[in-house]
C-alpha cells in the first residue's frame, strides 16, 4: 500500500492527525514520497475481483469447451460408424440405402439388398429393390446390369410362381444376350432341379 506522509511524520502511526499549527502544509516546502511497505499493483479489493474474474473465466472457458468436446465425440462417433458401415455387413434397410448412394452401379449391393429383404420375408420389396437397380445402374454397365436380371430370375424360380417367372425371363432376353439368358436360366432350373418347368417361347 502506498502511504503519502509529509518530511518528519516518521513517529505517527497511520491514519493519525495531527492538530499542531507546526504540522500545517507549507505550499514553498518539498514533498517526499515515503513508502511504509513494498509497491503493491493491487489492493485488497482488487485481487478479490481478480480471483472472481478469473473463477468466471476459467468457469466460461470450461462451459465453452465442453461443446466443443461434445462435438468432436459426436463427430468422431459419426465417424466410426460410417467407417463400420463399410466393414460390415449392413443391419437395415437404411444402411443399404446409405451405401447406394454412393454406389449407385454396384449390382453386388443391390443383390445384397434384396437378399437382405427375401430374410426378412418381404419378396414384393425384393422384387421392386431389383426393379429399381435396372433403372439406377447406369445402362452402360451391362455386366451389372446382367447380374440383377439374373437374381431377379432366381428370385422368381424360388418365390414367385412360373408366370412371372415367365415374364422376368422375356423381359431379360429383350435387355441382355438373349443366348446368355437362356443359358443362365437353364442353369438356374437346373440347380434347383426344376427341370420340368415350361416357359412360352
Known amino acids: 500500500m502506498i502511504d503519502f506522509r509529509m518530511s518528519g511524520d516518521d513517529d505517527r502511526g497511520e491514519g493519525e492527525e495531527d492538530d499542531s499549527p507546526d504540522a500545517k502544509e507549507d505550499p514553498a516546502a518539498p514533498l517526499s514520497l515515503k513508502l511504509s511497505r513494498g509497491l503493491r499493483w493491487t ?42 458401415l463399410h466393414n460390415r455387413t449392413p443391419q437395415s434397410s437404411a444402411d443399404f440405402e446409405r451405401l447406394l448412394l454412393s454406389s449407385p452401379n454396384s449390382s453386388f449391393l443391390w443383390i445384397q439388398f434384396m437378399s437382405f429383404q427375401l430374410q426378412l420375408s418381404e419378396i414384393e420389396k425384393a422384387r421392386e429393390t431389383g426393379r429399381r ?38 423381359e431379360a432376353a429383350r435387355a441382355n444376350d438373349s443366348k446368355t439368358i ?16 415350361s416357359l412360352s417361347p
Do not use: C
Open 43 to 84: 489492493s485488497t479489493g482488487d485481487q478479490d475481483n481478480t480471483m472472481d474474474t478469473q473463477s468466471e473465466w476459467e468457469s466460461e472457458n470450461s462451459d465453452d469447451d465442453q461443446p466443443v468436446k461434445k462435438k468432436k465425440k459426436r463427430h468422431e462417433i459419426e465417424h466410426d460408424l460410417t467407417a463400420d
Open 133 to 170: 437397380a435396372l433403372q439406377t445402374i447406369n445402362l452402360r454397365e451391362d455386366q451389372e446390369r446382367l447380374n440383377v436380371w439374373v437374381a431377379l430370375l432366381n428370385l422368381e424360380n424360388s418365390y414367385g410362381p412360373e408366370q412371372t417367372l415367365d415374364i422376368v425371363f422375356k
Open 182 to 197: 437362356h443359358l443362365r436360366l437353364a442353369s438356374i432350373l437346373e440347380d434347383t432341379q426344376k427341370i420340368e418347368v
